[in-house]
């Protein structure tokens, strides 16, 4: 671990991203991203496709210190390949000198992460390609209103899972699809815990290669909760073990933060309106407790 | 025809309030249009949605900019330049407005010789959520031609898909803004619908050539977003209690979504109201509780009485 990021004290003090962007008050993603900036510096291009994010730059405002360059949303990892490849051209040809040089940051919502753009992440990760896919994962398609996406979590109301109970699916795990490709590193954070989301991204910086993070990001419309809320319900996802905090680096997975006591799944469900027809009118114990068991069921996997 | 604009914030409810007031309407019998105008900005920021009610059909397209009522939920709006509220309003239009003061204050201050109506402010959370259903249901009274079960129905219609606990707080929001106008039931006339012979063409702007500098401008500097004063979506202001700080800035300042805490050199923070879109985050994570939310309809009235 790097020594110079051991407390709270120790995150920096100066805020890259630029205030007076788009996005929600309270935004869970937009949170995630003014940290991970802090961390990254100002050498970046932002590699955007279509999300919430879209609106982050709109002519002539950007919060970047860096170059933004925008895509449709399957192609954000195709926009980071030609960004990669153009500075490396130039960095051949003598023209752009070592300190001078860029990261590729690709940025999506898990819309494009897990379900339109997931082929072409597969082909830049097998292609080797030396870039940070960034995920902030509102799970949904909350741009457009919150329609269910691979990432939408089972129980969850959206706009297109209105039945009796929610969403009947479970959540994509892109952390493992990822793994399964062996990238140079894969990380999953939160805004609601921005030592750890430093250190990760600390790491991530040093190396070269396909790096994921993956930022899970209250989303206070789409999951319909008080936006004075969003850290608190952040930290509950982690204290109830729902989003595991943990990092693919030199071939293993280790886990950052392995919550004991672990809190019950309904600490973090009940704070929103996206899961409260699984407690009104009467509990739907059914779901809540599939839900309880996935979660128990992935933590032996993990202590065993 | 009614030509009805409603006015507020993302988040306030206009979009609903727009579809419950077409919806009782059209119960009452009416040819009914209702759209909201959303620019690309989010919760927080100034929206306005259309509602037209005509006793034959509606030929009348798009944004209305001759009202015959201008519903305004949020009057922090009237200093948004961009949100336009009293476009078009004129000695036929009526003001209904959700806040304190009275009418005779509000004609002064907004200059308007029309009819102004005062919704009185309800409970800050009811006026941050439901805005739009109270101003439907004050709306639905000033046009004098919508019941009570018109209305009730139209809500239980619209929130269907919310469930029964949604409906009924929207219900008595929306009927106690009903009975709350009662007095001025029917003020709201229906103006004849517009005939083309009557159109007139806007006239020619000439504008002159620009350079390309200022005509079409690259971004050559960092982090421009700056100059967006998303500060004015604000519903409640964080405010810090100094003597209570504890000089930990790291935190509030790291967790707020928008960079708009900054940390001084003696590590207190300071809010820069500009940005601070008042999503309350820093209230909730302040380890000594120095940070306390205040609506910012209260805090404008202090700076106002304040001020010199």
């Known amino acids: 671990m790097n020594p110079a990021l051991r407390r709270m004290k120790d995150l920096p003090s100066t805020h890259l991203l630029g205030a007076g962007s788009a996005m929600c008050a309270g935004c869970g993603g937009l949170l995630a991203l003014h940290e991970i900036c802090d961390l990254l510096g100002a050498r970046t291009v932002f590699v955007n496709a279509a999300s919430c994010m879209t609106l982050l730059a709109s002519y002539p405002f950007t919060p970047f210190r860096g170059s933004w360059l925008y895509t449709a949303m399957a192609s954000a990892p195709a926009g980071a390949q030609g960004v990669r490849d153009a500075l490396d051209i130039l960095s051949e040809r003598g023209r752009l000198p070592p300190e001078q040089d860029l990261t590729a940051v690709a940025l999506t919502g898990d819309g494009a992460a897990t379900g339109i753009g997931l082929s072409a992440t597969a082909g830049a990760i097998d292609r080797g390609l030396d870039f940070i896919y960034l995920c902030y994962d509102n799970e949904g398609y909350g741009n457009t209103g919150q329609q269910s996406s691979p990432a939408t979590p089972l129980g969850a109301r959206t706009a297109t899972s209105t039945g009796a109970h929610g969403h009947p699916a479970s959540k994509m795990d892109l952390f493992a699809i990822w793994v399964a490709q062996r990238p140079a590193y894969a990380a999953t954070v939160i805004g609601a815990d921005p030592l750890d989301l430093a250190r990760k991204i600390d790491r991530a910086r040093a190396l070269k290669g396909p790096r994921l993070i993956h930022a899970l990001a209250p989303c206070p419309p789409g999951w319909s909760f008080d936006p004075a809320e969003g850290v608190e319900i952040g930290r509950l996802a982690v204290k109830t073990g729902i989003w595991p905090l943990k990092e693919y680096v030199d071939g293993r997975v280790v886990h950052t933060h392995v919550p004991h006591p672990r809190l019950p799944v309904e600490e973090y469900l009940k704070r929103q309106g996206r899961f409260r027809h699984l407690f009104e009118p009467g509990r739907d114990t059914r779901v809540l407790a599939q839900i309880q068991s996935q979660v128990d069921a992935y933590w032996e996997q993990v202590c065993a | ?308």
Not at chain 2, 16 to 27: E, N
Not at chain 2, 157 to 171: I, M, N, R
Not at chain 2, 202 to 220: G, K, N
Not at chain 2, 241 to 255: E, G, K, Q, V
């Open chain 2, 1 to 308: 025809m009614y030509r009805i604009r409603l006015h507020g914030r993302g988040g306030q409810g206009i979009k609903t309030g727009s579809r419950i007031l077409g919806s009782a309407f059209f119960g009452a019998g009416f040819e009914v249009q209702d759209a909201p105008v959303y620019g690309a900005e989010r919760r927080g920021a100034a929206m306005s949605a259309h509602v037209r009610a005509a006793r034959t059909p509606i030929r009348e397209r798009g944004v209305i900019t001759r009202p015959d009522l201008v519903a305004l939920v949020d009057e922090t709006l009237l200093q948004v330049p961009a949100a336009n509220v009293l476009l078009g309003v004129d000695a036929a239009s009526v003001l209904l407005l959700q806040g304190n003061g009275d009418a005779e204050t509000w004609r002064a201050r907004l200059a308007l010789s029309g009819t102004v109506v005062v919704l009185p402010a309800a409970g800050e959370r009811a006026e941050a959520e439901l805005g739009g259903a109270r101003c439907a249901g004050a709306a639905a009274r000033l046009a004098g031609v919508i019941s009570r079960p018109q209305l009730i129905a139209a809500i239980a219609q619209e929130l269907a898909s919310l469930g029964p606990v949604a409906t009924a707080t929207t219900t008595a929001q929306a009927l106690a803004a009903y009975d709350a106008v009662a007095p001025h039931a029917g003020v709201l006339r229906e103006s004849r619908p517009a005939a083309a012979t009557a159109f007139a063409a806007p006239e020619w702007i000439d504008l002159p050539l620009e350079s390309a500098r200022v005509a079409a401008p690259a971004i050559f500097a960092a982090a421009t977003s700056v100059e967006v004063r998303t500060g004015l979506w604000r519903t409640m202001r964080p405010e810090i209690d100094y003597a209570r700080c504890n000089r930990c800035a790291w935190i509030c300042s790291t967790l707020c979504p928008d960079s708009a805490i900054r940390v001084r050199a003696d590590r207190s923070p300071e809010i820069d109201l500009e940005h601070c879109k008042g999503c309350m985050i820093c209230v909730s994570v302040c380890p000594p509780q120095a940070i306390r939310a205040l609506p910012e309809r209260a805090a404008r009235a202090r700076e106002l009485a304040a001020a010199p």
